[in-house]
């Protein structure tokens, strides 16, 4: 984990370098760096599709959590409608794609649920028999905690 984390430093460092020392006026860093957070952006909105064709082959939205779909198509709705009102087309693109990600999802999600097989959620409790519980054809039972 610590691996992973360092490797997104380093490339956060190199962006970082790469940009002051490559662009040298605002615009042109803003654009670099603007496209960056567009192709990772729309990635991690996208990031989520790979369930969603294994819930169209199984017909079920076992792996695929309702909530995190629906803070998705919010995340993405907010950040939006906040990009909308900047006129800032690097914030819109990777949202406004996150929103239609989101809605698929949901919309995915409510077309499945029914066909979902619904797990028991019924407790089986742990019995210990005892010696002489067993007295004319009745079965007496201890639960221990």
């Known amino acids: 984990m610590l691996g992973v984390l360092a490797i997104e430093a380093a490339f956060m460092a ?7 020392v490559g662009a040298h ?3 042109k860093r803003s654009m670099i760096v603007g496209i960056l957070c567009v192709i990772f952006g729309s990635i991690m909105y996208a990031s989520p599709l790979t369930i969603m064709g294994k819930v169209i082959r199984t017909k079920s939205v076992e792996y695929m959590p309702f909530f995190l779909s629906l803070v998705n198509f919010l995340n ?4 939006t409608g906040y990009a909308l009102i900047k006129f800032d087309i690097y914030i819109t693109i990777p949202n406004a794609l996150g929103t239609m990600f989101g809605l698929i999802q949901l919309i995915l999600y409510f077309y499945y649920y029914k066909s979902t097989p619904k ?25 221990e905690k």
């Open 119 to 143: 797990k028991g959620k019924n407790v089986e409790l742990p019995t210990v028999l005892t010696k002489n519980t067993v007295t004319s054809g009745n079965v007496s039972v201890t639960v």
């Open 14 to 20: 190199a962006v970082v370098a790469g940009v002051l």
């Open 76 to 79: 993405g709705l907010c950040w």
């Open 25 to 27: 006026t605002h615009e």
